[in-house]
């Protein structure tokens, strides 16, 4: 179990949702460029040809020892610098990336925005809400009666019956929050799906997820806003080059992060 570090928050009273327990995440990554070797195919066919070694392989720790526990009704927001681990952490609870050590253990399947959804690109918007209502688990009738109202929540108009590839950046990610958002999650995993939006999606999901939270799941935030953590989460987690750096009541973390990084 992990332990209970003295800076954690204790929030809601409800039961535990995510335990990360010592958790290390190595990327290996093949034929990384190192003196001569520049690692691309014209070199690798030379390799193969001279029969030569396969070609280095370089380890990136990014996660290197990160235990902390979340509750029922937490919203944790996730703030750190640039590849400090974020991401990498979310696609680890989510079991999308497997832990060279230590252990997640979770309620149920998060759900990675984004991911999760599986949107296709060449498929209208209405088709998508479809697909994506039922990769969550809904059944066809579910997926019926949600349409209008995912519809409506992404504010997509017209341009829902376009193939998804036509949308701009935002566009996209308003489908994702809104299909995501039609269903409750134990655990909701958004990862700077929120940022390309605009001020009015915003607000929308900022609220969305505050409802999320009520009804007893976790929602984690990752987000460069300071200003997006503070009014949607109860609880922050600073990570920094892999290790927390803080974990507590979102102002004092997003506080002490900006006296550091401003
Ligand atoms: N697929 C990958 N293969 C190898 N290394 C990776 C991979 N993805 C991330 N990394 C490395 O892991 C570290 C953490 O990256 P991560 O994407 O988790 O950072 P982040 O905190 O999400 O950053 P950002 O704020 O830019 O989104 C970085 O050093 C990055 O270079
Ligand atoms: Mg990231």
């Known amino acids: 179990m992990a332990e209970l570090s003295e800076t954690e928050a204790t929030p809601a ?6 335990i990360v327990d010592d958790l290390h995440v190595v990327y290996r990554v093949i034929g990384a460029a190192n003196g001569q070797d520049k690692g691309n195919s014209a070199n690798a066919l030379k390799r193969l040809l001279l029969r030569q070694q396969r070609p ?3 380890e990136v720790h990014a996660i290197r020892g990160i235990s902390f526990t979340a509750y029922e009704g937490d919203a944790i927001g996730v703030v750190g610098r640039n590849g400090s681990g974020k991401s990498t952490l979310m696609r680890a609870i989510a079991g999308l990336l497997p832990a060279s050590q230590g252990a997640v253990y979770a309620l149920g399947q998060p759900s990675f925005l984004g ?6 690109s060449g498929l209208s918007g209405e088709r998508n809400v479809e697909l994506g209502c039922l990769a969550m688990g809904m ?5 019926r009666e949600r349409h209008d109202d995912i519809v409506e929540f992404s504010g997509l108009d017209e341009s829902i019956k376009m193939p ?4 701009s950046t935002g566009m996209g990610a308003r489908l994702r929050f809104a299909i995501a958002a039609a269903k409750s999650h134990d655990v909701l995993i958004v990862d700077e799906a929120l940022a390309t939006g605009d001020r009015d999606f915003r607000q929308k999901s900022e609220k969305r997820i505050q409802e999320l939270r009520k009804e007893a799941g ?3 935030l990752v987000s460069h806003s300071m200003k997006q953590i503070t009014r949607t989460c109860n609880r922050a987690i ?3 080059e892999g ?3 803080m974990d507590g009541e979102a102002e004092s973390v997003v506080q002490a992060y900006l006296d550091e990084n401003s």
């Open 164 to 167: 998804m590839r036509t949308y």
């Open 56 to 58: 280095s392989v370089k």
């Open 218 to 220: 976790t929602v984690f």
């Open 13 to 18: 009273t409800g039961q535990p949702t995510v």
């Open 243 to 245: 290790v927390i750096r």
């Open 115 to 120: 991911v999760n959804a599986a949107l296709m």
């Open 238 to 240: 600073w990570v920094d």
């Open 139 to 143: 059944s066809r009738e579910e997926a």
